[in-house]
């Protein structure tokens, strides 16, 4: 009877080597060789590395032991140096990231979910529905697929793709264990951002973690809770003022910060009242807010503000003493902004092809 596979993405270092002990009594020297082909040289055949050529009969056991499952990116889209790529799972389904350019570096935005469960009114990823959890390796695969399809050096990664990552948390934290893991994706907890709709049970099982480095984003768009659970039916389970209860119990690093997320619509949460609201909503929190004008998606029930609109919030809330930055949505055309991932088929393509790299499938 076969054994159950080593799915090499969804392992730590020390995880991977004490599972070559258990298995095979090898252990860190060939962990080390592993993790040094396929995460740091991007090869997915280590067949060749040195530490295997000279055991032979161990590779050929750890060979049908071992996946090195990598799912294919179908297709990509592309707005100025923003990248959307799509990539197809094995069952068929696909999920959206996208790769955003920093001054110094990328950004890769990821799923967690193929379609979500929490219905925003307001989003596109939310019209798919729900459809399933992604595995660890499904989640780090979008990050190794950055990184070696398109070559781009990725130093950030938030959860602010497809799904509510709250939602799938198991696989969420140990997708963070393995992609901090300094021998492999080396991405640590201080460039990692959860991004939540406002799950306060998820919320305070991060808390329970105390990983004060990673970063935590709201999703809040709304001053109040009629407004809330109007855009978002999950306020009506937990509504704002048990969120900022559990917002106030999250463990940050000294000078840390939450970031609160405020898509601005018009004539929905963009008024006068609505700013001293929204302060005095977040006094009592240490937080950031991320003011983004709503993008409409397709057959959309809202409207994006004017600039002026946006502006002018925007002063009230400095008025009223809130840290405040205007985020622009890069990528809006190719439906890359925020709460636009869905399905990206009905996106016009872009055929510029990708830098292959040798071992990638
Ligand atoms: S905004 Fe986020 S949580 Fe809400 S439906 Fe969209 S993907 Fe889900």
């Known amino acids: 009877m076969k054994r159950d596979p080593i799915k090499f993405f969804e ?17 860190h020297y060939h962990a080390a060789a592993l993790f040094r082909e396929i995460y740091k040289k991007g090869k997915t055949d280590p067949s060749r590395a040195p530490e295997f050529v000279n055991s032979k009969s161990f590779w050929k056991q750890l060979h049908s ?27 068929g389904l696909e999920i959206e990231s996208v790769i955003v350019p920093m001054a110094t570096h990328c950004t890769v935005c990821i799923s967690s979910q193929v379609g979500c469960a929490m219905g925003c009114r307001f989003c596109e990823t939310a019209t798919m529905g729900f459809i399933r959890n992604l595995t660890v390796e499904e989640i780090i695969g979008q990050i190794y697929s950055a990184r070696f399809y398109f070559c781009v050096n990725i130093r950030n990664v938030v959860f602010m793709g497809m799904g509510e990552p709250l939602n799938n948390l198991d696989n969420v934290i140990r997708s963070i264990r393995v992609m901090e893991d300094q021998r492999g994706l080396d991405i640590p907890k201080r460039y990692i ?18 990983w004060p480095q990673l970063n935590l984003a709201v999703s809040l768009n709304a001053p109040n809770d009629r407004i809330r659970s109007s855009l978002m039916p999950v306020n009506s389970i937990w509504p704002m003022l048990t969120l900022r209860e559990a917002l106030l119990n999250f463990p940050m690093k000294k000078n840390g910060a939450l970031y609160i997320e405020y898509v601005l ?45 946006t502006s002018r919030f925007l002063y009230w809330l400095v008025q009223e003493n809130i840290f405040v930055r205007k ?16 399905n990206a088929q009905r996106s016009r393509s872009y055929n510029g092809p990708p830098k292959l790299i040798q071992a990638f499938p």
Not at 68 to 88: A, G, W
Not at 193 to 209: D, E, F, H, M, R
Not at 278 to 300: D, E, F, M, T, W
Not at 332 to 342: H, K, R, V
């Open 11 to 27: 392992l730590n270092f020390l995880e991977l080597t004490t599972e070559l002990k258990r298995r095979f009594n090898r252990g």
């Open 65 to 91: 032991d071992l996946e090195i499952n990598l799912y294919p990116v179908t297709r990509t889209v592309k707005e100025k140096d923003t990248i959307k790529f799509v990539t197809r799972l094995s069952d």
């Open 193 to 210: 951002s959860v991004s939540t709709c406002g799950l306060v049970p998820g919320i305070q099982k991060i808390a329970k973690l105390n």
């Open 265 to 309: 619509i018009k004539n929905i949460n963009d008024q006068r009242d609505h700013a001293h609201q929204l302060a005095q909503y977040l006094k009592p929190l240490k937080a950031k807010l991320n003011l983004i004008p709503y993008n409409s998606r397709r057959q959309s029930l809202f409207l994006p503000p004017s600039p002026g609109e």
């Open 327 to 342: 985020r622009s949505s890069k990528g809006q055309d190719i439906m890359a902004g925020c709460g636009q991932l869905c």
